[in-house]
């Protein structure tokens, strides 16, 4: 009786290869997911700086340029201390109200105090602020992130990059600062002309 053992055809390469092609899959599908999660800062400065008293402003700007991202309460308590000189709203919810109510946020905008911002959101406000009426696209669809963004960097007030991106803490500093000197030899901003009356409709 022979025992020797049947020999069985195995194709190893192909199984390899196809369970290669498999774990590459699922790495790029996590990469993919890990990509389109947006990044959220734990303790936003808002908990503790959003008071007006000079000191409270003072440490807020010098504690956000250390920070490695910038949060939506972050930036939006930002802007409104650089438009008007003081923020009176009690929260993150109530800074959305009012730059909302001003046309100073993307259209529909509905995202998280402590998630970060994107720099097209931050592109909306400014444009709006300085009152930047851009070029044939953004005149036609109004400032979306995209175009707002777009222009600013045209106007070297905006490092390059996607609109999609944050700012750390310095970088959203950096353009505060540049804002600042532009409207301050050019076009300063009116907080009186920031009205909440008669919204004007985005076209998508």
């Avoid at 929260?91 to 959305?96: E, G, I, K, L, P």
């Avoid at 696209?137 to 944050?166: D, I, K, N, V, W």
Wanted: with cysteine; hydrophobic share 35%.
């Amino acid at each position: 009786m022979d025992k020797t053992s049947p020999i069985k055809l195995i194709d190893t390469p192909q199984k390899n290869s196809l369970g290669a092609v498999g774990l590459l899959a699922l790495l790029l599908l996590n990469v993919s997911t890990m990509g389109c999660r947006s990044a959220k800062v734990a303790e936003p400065l808002t908990d503790k700086l959003a008071g007006n008293a000079p000191a409270t402003q003072l440490e807020f700007w010098h504690t956000l340029a250390d920070r490695p991202v910038t949060s939506n309460d972050e930036a939006f308590h930002g802007l409104i201390l650089f438009i008007d000189g003081e923020d009176n709203n009690k929260d993150y919810t109530a800074r959305v109200e009012q730059l909302s109510a001003r046309q100073m946020l993307p259209s529909g905008f509905d995202e998280p105090g402590e998630e970060a911002v994107k720099r097209g959101t931050v592109a909306v406000a400014f444009t709006r602020a300085l009152e930047v009426t851009g070029g044939v696209s953004m005149q036609l669809f109004g400032p979306t992130p995209r175009y707002a963004a777009r222009e600013l960097q045209y106007m070297r007030l905006f490092p390059q990059g996607s609109p999609h991106q944050t700012f750390s803490g310095r970088e959203f500093l950096g353009v505060i600062g540049r804002i600042e000197d532009h409207q301050r030899t050019d076009h300063p901003v009116d907080s009186s002309s920031m009205r909440a009356e008669q919204p004007e409709t985005e076209t998508p």
